[in-house]
């Protein structure tokens, strides 16, 4: 049974992709600081291991006594709007953590190397859709790091022809396991759908739409929303792709259409059956008007295909994850 260690193991998506990674027969090790994630959210059989990545001695020794046969990286600070007021964590957090990992597992001869990017390397994108070939030009600290890891990881792949990396660029990742084992614990989360979806059920007031006036068909942006549960067999169909001698390299994952913040609310009001209050305020900074994913090399590459593409699907898992919560916070 092949065996991945997954950093970040007991986050959003990387809870996610262990459970695909056991459903797919692989033997999965998480290392977690549980700085933000949950050590329920790491389902047995997978294994949790409690430590930090900036113990270098740790994660050598792990590599060492563990041998696996790849490593999937998303440990890494991920709040864009924090990572401008405190740019020199998410440099140290997301760019040295990375290069000192890819060191040891270059070290340690493990060959595969997926890690975590994400769509923020755009900044604001032009264009109906992006492609991995269009400019990177990212506008938070945050996007500059994990810019900064791919180029990290590009050059280490040249320098070690028996490293092969990969970088998924995520777009809007969204949803729950349909199943209801898992989901998004983060508290305070400001991800449109789970906003949304708490408006509908009554746990914040108001949903406060950011900027009506975007050059866009509605005037609000308009995001790729792709399933948590979707992303996290990206994650599989890439291991095969490699263990089959595919090539590495960057892809965007996404589905390749776009949502209006009015469409989101209208697919939530619908699904929940609840018309909530919205509120129109000024534009958030940062946000580019559209992101939506070109992932026709994520699919020639992997043969993936999505399973959960309907964005009432989204919200119906987002929402039954959120009711789930609300139910168990009040027993
Ligand atoms: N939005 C609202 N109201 C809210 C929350 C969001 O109008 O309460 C709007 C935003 O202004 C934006 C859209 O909904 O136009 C989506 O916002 P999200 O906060 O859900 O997601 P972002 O597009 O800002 O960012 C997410 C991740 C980033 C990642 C990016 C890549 O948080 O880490 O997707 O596309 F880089």
Not at 54 to 78: K, M, Y
């Amino acid at each position: 049974m092949p065996k991945i260690l997954v950093t970040g193991g007991a986050g959003y998506i990387g809870s996610h992709t262990c459970l695909a990674l056991v459903q797919g027969g692989y033997d999965v090790l998480v290392l977690d600081n549980l700085s933000t994630g949950r050590k329920e959210m790491v389902l047995p059989p997978a294994r949790l291991v409690h430590g930090d990545l900036s113990d270098s001695g740790l994660v050598r020794e792990l590599l060492h006594r563990e041998a696996p046969d790849a490593v999937i990286h998303f440990a890494a600070s991920i709040v864009a709007p924090e990572s401008v007021a405190a740019p020199l964590k998410y440099y140290c957090n997301n760019v040295s953590t990375t290069a000192s990992l890819a060191l040891a597992v270059v070290e340690a001869r493990v060959p595969h190397f997926v890690f975590s990017s994400s769509a923020a390397v755009y900044g604001t994108a032009q264009g109906c859709t992006v492609d991995e070939a269009s400019p990177v030009e990212p506008i938070t600290p945050y996007g500059s790091s994990k810019l900064m890891c791919e180029r990290i990881l590009h050059d280490a792949a040249l320098a070690h022809p028996g490293f092969v990396p990969v970088s998924l660029r995520y777009f809007n990742v969204a949803g729950a396991d349909p199943e209801g084992r898992l989901g998004n614990v983060t508290p305070d989360a400001t991800h449109l759908i789970k906003v949304a979806c708490l408006t509908a059920l009554r746990v914040r007031p108001v949903l406060q739409v950011f900027g009506t006036d975007y050059p866009t068909p509605d005037g609000t942006c308009t995001r790729d929303y792709v399933h948590v549960s979707d992303l996290a067999d990206v994650h599989v169909a890439m291991l095969r792709h490699l263990e089959q001698g595919g090539r590495g390299g960057v892809f965007n994952c996404g589905y390749g259409r776009g949502f209006s913040v009015r469409q989101i609310v209208e697919t939530v009001r619908k699904v929940s059956g609840v018309d909530f209050p919205v509120e129109h305020v000024d534009r958030r900074p940062g946000d580019p008007p559209s992101l939506v994913a070109d992932c026709s090399k994520l699919v020639k590459a992997t043969g993936w295909k999505p399973r959960r593409d309907a964005i009432e699907d989204i919200v119906r898992d987002t929402l039954e994850w959120e009711r789930r919560r609300l139910r168990q916070a009040a027993d």
